[in-house]
């Protein structure tokens, strides 16, 4: 017996999800607010006790890690002599415009304005794509979520070539992969490698992005680090409010396949500038502010 039609969508009652479904993905999403009962256990670093005057709580937070270290590893050295200088006034955003900054802030910017623009793109508009191609609703989502098995295994990824090659060759060469296998993942059309070339996608994003994190803070020294990665991560960040717009206009003039030309092309102009104005940083001070010169 034919179960009974119920809505234009569904062929039968049974093929309709159930009606409070939707909600779940709110419910996952808001499953973060879990962070909050853990973030009261997380200590903050001296030097930013010492940056907002609390040397009281500066002094605490690094006897504590000495007393750590040393039940660890043993005694530590004596500390060397303090020099007393005068407290540095908070840097202003101005500071970012003198050319020791400017170039490593600009070249961030582009990597952050190339990362979220591509990755976004990619993420935001697989399953609509797929989907204008024939493929069904539950179809193209199921292959986005088998891709989005790469993600965390590219954090690990991340964590294994971090400290062991120079992280702007690690960015270079994750961002040429995803380019590559992003505009194949667009190319195809059979379920296996729509997945295969989607986790590709997802593993070597979720390591460049860990690596991009880990190469912004070494482009600055102490005094604007916060200053600097913050401005080009929020111009990054901005960014992504074109991305759609634009990728939305490729496919409705151009077709679905400009859409996937046009986000290679992004990650592709990111690992370009990175290869060539990007210094190198691994093994130097962390103080040091290097410059953004061809290496």
């Given at each position: 017996m034919r179960a009974k039609t119920n809505c234009s969508r569904c062929v039968t009652i049974s093929a309709c999800p159930a009606p409070w479904s939707w909600r779940l993905v709110y419910l996952w999403g808001a499953l973060g607010l879990v962070v909050l009962i853990f973030a009261r256990r997380?200590?903050?670093?001296?030097?930013?006790?010492?940056?907002?005057?609390?040397?009281?709580?500066?002094?605490?937070?690094l006897r504590d890690i000495e007393a750590r270290v040393s039940a660890e590893h043993g005694p530590l050295p004596a500390p060397a002599p303090e020099v007393i200088t005068d407290r540095p006034a908070k840097a202003p955003w101005t500071l970012l415009l003198r050319r020791r900054y400017l170039l490593p802030t600009l070249l961030l910017t582009v990597l952050w304005v190339t990362q979220s623009i591509g990755f976004f793109g990619y993420s935001t508009w697989a399953p609509s794509l797929l989907a204008k191609q024939g493929f069904s609703v539950q179809s193209s989502t199921l292959y986005v979520a088998l891709a989005t098995v790469g993600a965390p295994l590219g954090s690990y990824l991340a964590a294994l070539v971090t400290d062991r090659f120079e992280r702007k060759w690690?960015?270079?060469?994750?961002?040429?992969?995803?380019a590559a296998c992003g505009l194949l993942y667009g190319l195809t059309f059979t379920p296996a490698m729509i997945v295969a070339f989607g986790f590709l996608v997802n593993l070597f994003e979720r390591g460049y992005t860990a690596l991009g994190y880990a190469y912004s803070r070494e482009l600055f020294d102490t005094r604007t680090r916060s200053l600097g990665t913050g401005v080009s991560y929020g111009l990054g960040r901005l960014s992504n409010a074109a991305g759609p717009l634009i990728i939305a206009h490729l496919y409705t003039w151009s077709g679905y396949r400009s859409v996937f030309y046009f986000i290679a092309a992004t990650w592709l102009i990111g690992a370009i500038v990175l290869a060539l104005f990007g210094p190198r940083t691994r093994e130097?001070?962390?103080?040091?502010a290097p410059q953004p010169v061809a290496a």
């Open positions: 997380l200590t903050e670093s001296p030097l930013w006790h010492e940056n907002r005057g609390d040397y009281a709580a500066a002094e605490a937070v690690c960015l270079v060469g994750f961002g040429t992969v995803i130097r001070r962390l103080a040091t």
